[in-house]
């Protein structure tokens, strides 16, 4: 009895393990040769069939950078049927050659619930012959899609919260017509100069805003956006990007102030948290202390990465005490080795920024 219920084991074994989906591509790789940048995106379309005997699904298809899966079979696909992946390729300001990979992950190798499917990748390359220069390129405003347009719209910002500082940009009016260039719900901080501001056809002029940190009243780093209106009818909304970093002005404290300043000390500039199975969410502790006379502030605390998440529980520290910092490493969707940095600024004027460098090694 014992060997007919060995051998019936053994036999739905095999059954289980010769029924499986297999996935069999028509190709692995698509060439699209020569493509011109100005004529825009290409797509391409992956066939495979089901030559295996049982359902087959894609679980999971991934593009690489630059190229995107616009659709795919999402619905099984019986045994000796056949489904897609249209793979896309956006060649706008990446002249050159290119090889792409996508990531597709299927049913295949499920066998007594292991979860571990199976891989394919496939491929897309070609060559993107770079568009000649636009009116815009040459008179260097590449930035936008339309007709009123930035030269550049990233500003960089270093002041003390005790200043104003002024910045410029270049604008440039490509329309056959004259355009407004009109800032839409400024922050009482940020002002502009020679308000309105009207762009006669073919007009280049400095556009110059005075950001006031005073009435800001905050320390640290932060990012505004400006939003622009225009006549423009392709892009009627632009918008001007500023990273600010505000530093306190320690500058006006008195011998007496900075003898009596908070200091701040920690236990520790590194937090490693070594080898991290995936979908695990570890946290670990870091202390800071108060050694000061007056009390410390934590004016901001930012991670350089989302993978690494900061708290903590005390925003203001009294002399001769201390908080913690709690560091977590969010693991889904990550593999590999990760590192950032955060970033701490306090009110001890001899240590006003304090960076805590992270790190972790997730597993799969």
């Known amino acids: 009895m014992k060997k007919l219920l060995f051998s019936f084991v053994m036999i739905l074994g095999a059954i289980s393990i010769f029924a499986q989906p297999v996935i069999k591509f028509d190709q692995t790789t698509i060439d699209f040769g020569n493509i011109k940048e100005e004529d825009g995106k290409v797509s391409g379309k992956f066939e495979f069939t089901n030559t295996g005997n049982e359902d087959l699904m894609l679980t999971n298809v991934k593009p690489g950078c630059g190229c995107t899966a616009a659709d795919y079979t999402k619905s099984p696909v019986p045994p000796g049927e056949r489904g897609f992946i249209t793979a896309t390729y956006n060649p706008y300001n990446r002249p050159g050659s290119f090889n792409k990979n996508i990531k597709v992950t299927t049913n295949e190798g499920k066998i007594n619930e292991d979860e571990n499917a199976q891989s394919h ?78 762009l006669a056809p073919d007009m280049e002029t400095d556009v110059t805003f005075i ?108 002399k001769n005490s201390s908080a913690n910092i709690s560091v977590t490493l969010n693991s889904r969707n990550r593999k590999g080795i990760q590192t950032a940095t955060i970033e701490i600024v306090t009110n001890d004027p001899a240590n006003a920024t304090i960076l805590l460098n992270c790190r972790g090694d997730i597993l799969q």
């Open 211 to 318: 950001y006031d940190a005073t009435k800001r009243n905050e320390i640290g780093a932060y990012k505004d956006v400006i939003s622009i209106q225009t006549q423009d009818s392709t892009e009627p909304k632009i918008s001007i990007i500023i990273d600010l970093s505000v530093k306190e002005d320690f500058s006006i404290l008195t011998p007496k102030q900075l003898q009596d300043a908070p200091k701040a000390i920690l236990d520790s500039l590194n937090v490693d948290f070594g080898k991290v199975d995936k979908n695990n969410n570890p946290t670990q502790q870091i202390t800071i202390y108060n050694k000061g006379n007056n009390p410390l502030i934590i004016r901001q605390i930012k991670s350089s990465s989302s993978v690494f998440a900061v708290t903590t529980n005390l925003s203001e520290i009294p």
């Open 121 to 198: 990748t496939i491929y897309i390359k070609g060559n993107v012959e770079k568009r000649p220069p636009s009116k815009y390129d040459i008179a260097g405003y590449s930035n936008g899609i339309g007709d009123v347009r930035i030269k550049d719209n990233n500003v960089k910002l270093d002041l003390l919260n005790t200043e104003s500082k002024t910045f410029t940009i270049k604008v440039m009016n490509f329309l056959n017509e004259p355009s407004t260039f009109e800032p839409i719900n400024l922050p009482q901080y940020i002002t502009l100069e020679n308000s309105p501001i009207l």
